[in-house]
């Protein structure tokens, strides 16, 4: 059977897209979306209620695409709200979270007429199956997840209600894993999970996040170890002292801070002000000077005054950040803030993104021209561009970086002297004992 998979959302749904794909890819062959398929899997993402409405735009592709392909969708927005997604025309099959073997029964299964579903109730779950993989699929970098789920309560946010309460994989499975993925040649492993700094304190014995990247750093297994979003409470001295320790933690963190304006933190349920997050990140450009830092930033959230966005532009521009991810606040049912008072109009939410993307945009240039004339070690990546033919890598501290195809093979870290900057690239020379030999390089998100 040909089967395509299409992926919504963050690195933990694209882990499971890779895991249904590695237990499916034994008995069947893979095309891309747009290609014609006799069964369709598509993961869903519900941060939003545009991330529902793709969800549903992908299923009437698929469906013109082939219309008597079987389609199963799966996913946050199967999980949240499986009897809205089975009244999609064309949706044959709706299979929540963590019931792999439901998913892969569907798949093999003839449609009845009627949607298919299988949900559980993610309230009452209390571990995190340990699906594991060894391949994914269009990576070079490995995906883990360690994490499932939680605890907060942030009013914009459905992501507690669709993964439920926040669990960790045990130590034990976690470097199992972390075995797997570096006997199938995996050079970087990123860790992820929903609430990633909360990892550890549900299990027996305690743990948390620090102990789990000391004992992967210290096996030895792997070269470079990756950790994806952070809670700003929940970035301690210790995990700071051991990144700028060992050379196999990547100097890459990724804090969200959301907005820089107290009074908007407060209405988000946040657990922290804007001093505590200029505090932190003060201690940990102290510890990590030459660190790529990152942050989530949310624009609009209701209540926003303009007079509050102009405090929040000034705030970001004075912190030590190397790139934001910036996102106009967007609606979702079945989240406190969308009663909240006071929404702020789509055309200034979306004026307000492109002057906060401005200043991020800024502050990435800085930060890459700060390395000129400096050598820095890139994994090259399998992908290749289709319009400038490049091959991309990423620094250690997430600088990304573009390749010439033929410049090098993919899962392999080369140096590269970075030499220039022109038109948002930097330029440079891989350097090799026989030649150097001409590359570009870029810092981008």
Same mark, same amino acid.
């Given at each position: 059977?040909?089967?395509?998979?299409t992926?919504?959302? =963050?690195?933990?749904?694209?882990?499971?897209?890779a895991?249904?794909? +590695?237990?499916?890819?034994?008995? &069947?062959?893979?095309?891309?979306?747009?290609?014609?398929?006799?069964?369709?899997?598509?993961n869903?993402?519900?941060?939003?209620?545009?991330?529902?409405w793709?969800?549903r735009?992908?299923?009437r592709?698929?469906?013109?695409?082939?219309?008597?392909?079987?389609?199963?969708?799966t996913?946050?927005?199967?999980?949240?709200?499986?009897?809205?997604?089975?009244?999609?025309?064309?949706v044959?099959?709706?299979?929540?979270?963590?019931?792999?073997?439901?998913?892969?029964?569907?798949?093999e299964s003839v449609?009845?007429g009627?949607?298919?579903?299988?949900?559980?109730?993610?309230?009452?779950?209390r571990?995190?199956p340990?699906?594991?993989?060894?391949?994914?699929?269009?990576h070079?970098?490995a995906?883990?997840?360690?994490?499932?789920?939680?605890?907060?309560s =942030?009013?914009?946010?459905?992501?507690?209600?669709?993964?439920g309460?926040?669990?960790? #994989?045990t130590?034990?499975? #976690?470097m199992?894993?972390?075995?797997?993925?570096?006997g199938?040649?995996y050079?970087?492993?990123?860790?992820?999970?929903? &609430?990633?700094g909360?990892y550890?304190?549900?299990?027996?014995?305690k743990t948390?996040l620090?102990?789990?990247?000391?004992?992967?750093?210290?096996?030895?297994?792997i +070269?470079?170890?990756?950790?994806?979003?952070l809670?700003?409470?929940?970035v301690p001295d210790?995990?700071?002292?051991?990144?700028?320790a060992?050379k196999?933690?990547?100097? &890459?963190?990724h804090?969200?801070?959301?907005?820089?304006?107290?009074?908007i933190l407060?209405q988000?349920?946040?657990?922290?002000d804007?001093?505590?997050?200029?505090?932190?990140?003060a201690?940990?450009?102290?510890?990590? !000077?030459?660190?790529a830092?990152?942050?989530?930033?949310?624009?609009g959230?209701?209540g926003?005054?303009?007079?509050?966005?102009?405090n929040s532009?000034e705030?970001?521009?004075?912190?030590?950040?190397?790139?934001? &991810?910036?996102?106009?606040y967007s609606s979702?049912?079945?989240?406190?803030?969308?009663?909240?008072?006071?929404h702020?109009?789509g !055309?200034?939410?979306?004026?307000r993104?492109?002057r906060?993307?401005?200043?991020?945009?800024?502050?990435? +240039?800085e930060?890459?021209?700060?390395?000129?004339?400096?050598?820095v +070690?890139v994994? #090259?990546?399998?992908?290749?561009?289709g319009?400038s033919?490049?091959?991309?890598?990423?620094?250690r501290n997430?600088?990304?970086?573009?390749?010439p195809?033929g410049?090098?093979?993919?899962?392999?870290?080369?140096?590269?002297?970075?030499?220039g900057?022109?038109?948002?690239?930097?330029?440079?020379?891989?350097?090799?004992?026989?030649?150097?030999l001409?590359?570009?390089?870029?810092?981008?998100q």
């Amino acid at each position: 059977m040909r089967i395509a998979i299409t992926t919504l959302g =963050c690195k933990i749904n694209q882990y499971d897209s890779a895991v249904i794909q +590695s237990r499916l890819e034994k008995k &069947h062959a893979f095309v891309g979306f747009d290609e014609v398929a006799e069964c369709y899997v598509i993961n869903t993402c519900t941060v939003t209620d545009r991330a529902d409405w793709e969800a549903r735009q992908l299923v009437r592709r698929a469906k013109r695409r082939n219309p008597s392909a079987k389609v199963l969708v799966t996913g946050c927005y199967a999980q949240v709200n499986s009897p809205e997604v089975a009244e999609v025309p064309g949706v044959d099959f709706v299979v929540g979270l963590n019931r792999l073997d439901d998913l892969l029964r569907f798949v093999e299964s003839v449609p009845t007429g009627a949607p298919q579903i299988a949900v559980s109730d993610v309230k009452r779950e209390r571990g995190v199956p340990v699906l594991g993989t060894s391949a994914l699929p269009g990576h070079t970098r490995a995906f883990l997840k360690i994490q499932e789920g939680c605890n907060y309560s =942030c009013t914009y946010c459905i992501i507690p209600t669709a993964r439920g309460l926040s669990r960790s #994989v045990t130590p034990s499975e #976690v470097m199992e894993q972390v075995r797997r993925l570096a006997g199938a040649g995996y050079k970087e492993i990123v860790l992820t999970g929903i &609430h990633l700094g909360g990892y550890g304190q549900d299990l027996s014995p305690k743990t948390d996040l620090a102990a789990l990247v000391e004992m992967i750093a210290d096996n030895g297994l792997i +070269s470079r170890l990756r950790l994806s979003s952070l809670d700003p409470r929940e970035v301690p001295d210790r995990l700071l002292d051991l990144i700028a320790a060992a050379k196999t933690i990547c100097p &890459h963190l990724h804090i969200c801070a959301q907005a820089g304006d107290s009074e908007i933190l407060k209405q988000m349920r946040r657990n922290y002000d804007t001093a505590y997050y200029r505090d932190l990140l003060a201690r940990v450009r102290t510890r990590l !000077p030459e660190a790529a830092l990152g942050s989530d930033i949310i624009v609009g959230f209701p209540g926003e005054s303009d007079a509050q966005f102009e405090n929040s532009l000034e705030y970001f521009n004075s912190l030590p950040l190397t790139y934001f &991810h910036v996102f106009p606040y967007s609606s979702r049912r079945g989240t406190a803030a969308v009663s909240l008072a006071n929404h702020v109009a789509g !055309p200034v939410k979306k004026a307000r993104a492109q002057r906060m993307r401005a200043l991020g945009a800024r502050k990435k +240039s800085e930060f890459c021209s700060s390395f000129l004339g400096r050598r820095v +070690s890139v994994l #090259v990546e399998e992908r290749v561009d289709g319009a400038s033919g490049f091959r991309r890598g990423f620094s250690r501290n997430y600088l990304p970086v573009i390749l010439p195809a033929g410049a090098d093979s993919p899962n392999r870290e080369v140096d590269v002297e970075l030499n220039g900057w022109r038109e948002g690239w930097l330029t440079g020379v891989i350097c090799r004992r026989d030649a150097d030999l001409p590359v570009l390089a870029a810092f981008s998100q």
